[in-house]
């Protein structure tokens, strides 16, 4: 005897001359990631995530670039996920830890914004828009960031620059002028 709760479930009944029903199973997953990194870092500098003035120089150089992909592709900032990823280097036992900043799209299944960004020309581009010193020399993001009505009125990052409601918890640790020095570092300069 089956419990009455089970009596209750029946069987669908089956015919084998309907068409069968057809079903698909999808997943809704973050998509698009693009990892970027300082390859030469000169001597002494401190990149170790680890390290609270590092880790501002990470924040500030990873906000920014996504401020200015955000210009640059004309989509709300909204659109790209930032974050740090430390990385250790084994191949020398002596290597310091290092991190990498990655984005990655927002939007479900991925709207191609990273992958796009991804292409190391492209990337290039983007690093030297924010800049001013691409090819032709585009002065629209660089510009207003060392005007003096900004450089003199912003010590270390504002709401014209980096902040915005998203990354509230790192206002404490961002600095326009790092992040434009970690691009630097970036683009080997």
């Given at each position: 005897d089956l419990p009455p709760r089970e009596q209750n479930?029946?069987?669908?009944?089956?015919?084998?001359?309907?068409?069968?029903?057809?079903?698909?199973?999808?997943?809704?997953?973050?998509?698009?990631?693009?990892?970027?990194g300082v390859a030469n870092a000169p001597v002494g500098l401190c990149l170790n995530p680890a390290v609270p003035e590092a880790r501002a120089g990470w924040s500030s150089f990873g906000f920014l670039v996504r401020r200015a992909a955000a210009v640059s592709l004309d989509v709300a900032e909204t659109e790209?996920?930032?974050?740090?990823?430390?990385?250790?280097?084994?191949?020398?036992?002596?290597?310091?830890?290092?991190?990498?900043?990655?984005?990655?799209?927002?939007?479900?299944?991925?709207?191609?914004?990273?992958?796009?960004?991804?292409?190391?020309?492209?990337?290039?581009?983007?690093?030297?828009?924010?800049?001013?010193?691409?090819?032709?020399?585009?002065?629209?993001?660089?510009?207003?960031?060392?005007?003096?009505?900004?450089?003199?009125?912003?010590?270390?990052?504002c709401h014209r620059c980096l902040r915005d409601y998203g990354n509230m918890a790192y206002h404490p640790i961002l600095d326009w002028r790092t992040g434009i020095d970690m691009v630097r570092l970036a683009l080997d300069m």
């Open positions: 479930i029946r069987v669908p009944p089956f015919d084998p001359a309907e068409a069968p029903l057809r079903r698909a199973l999808a997943s809704i997953a973050k998509t698009d990631v693009l990892s970027v790209l996920n930032l974050g740090i990823q430390p990385i250790l280097d084994f191949s020398s036992p002596f290597a310091p830890p290092s991190a990498r900043v990655f984005l990655s799209d927002a939007l479900e299944n991925g709207a191609g914004y990273c992958t796009h960004l991804g292409d190391p020309a492209l990337f290039e581009q983007l690093l030297e828009f924010v800049l001013g010193t691409g090819t032709p020399p585009d002065d629209s993001f660089f510009g207003p960031l060392v005007s003096p009505e900004h450089a003199l009125a912003c010590e270390t990052s």
